[in-house]
């Protein structure tokens, strides 16, 4: 069964710093673009992050220069390291995948909070 599994959210202090992780299973991340998404409480999810099959990767201009997303083939796990977090990050962050056989796949979701 494809499944995507987020961890690592929490509560941290404005200028801080995590790192959210978002393991795959059923399925090989190598050949997909995974995305990460965030959504603000009464809003759509918008996009934070895309991760080529390749190389490349692309930021939202509100999060470039502080937030990196990074892919793991052999783990099979995609990671989105926050830096110099803001209380505006404050969301709900998603991993997603599509092009699969069975469609498109989110994560359950981690929280991020940002506050003093």
């Known amino acids: 069964q494809e499944q995507l599994v987020e961890s690592g959210g929490g509560l941290v202090q404005p200028g801080g710093s995590l790192r959210l992780s978002c393991e795959a299973s059923?399925?090989?991340?190598?050949?997909?673009?995974m995305r990460w998404y965030r959504q603000f409480p009464g809003k759509d999810r918008e996009v934070v992050a895309v991760l080529t099959t390749g190389v490349g990767k692309h930021h939202a201009d509100s999060v470039k220069g502080r937030f990196t997303a990074s892919r793991d083939n052999a783990k099979n796990t995609i990671y989105l390291q926050m830096n110099n977090l803001k209380p505006e990050d404050t969301a709900v962050y998603y991993c997603h995948a599509d092009g699969l056989m069975s469609g498109e796949l989110w994560g359950q979701g981690t929280q991020v909070t940002v506050t003093s």
């Open positions: 059923g399925f090989s991340i190598r050949n997909f673009y």
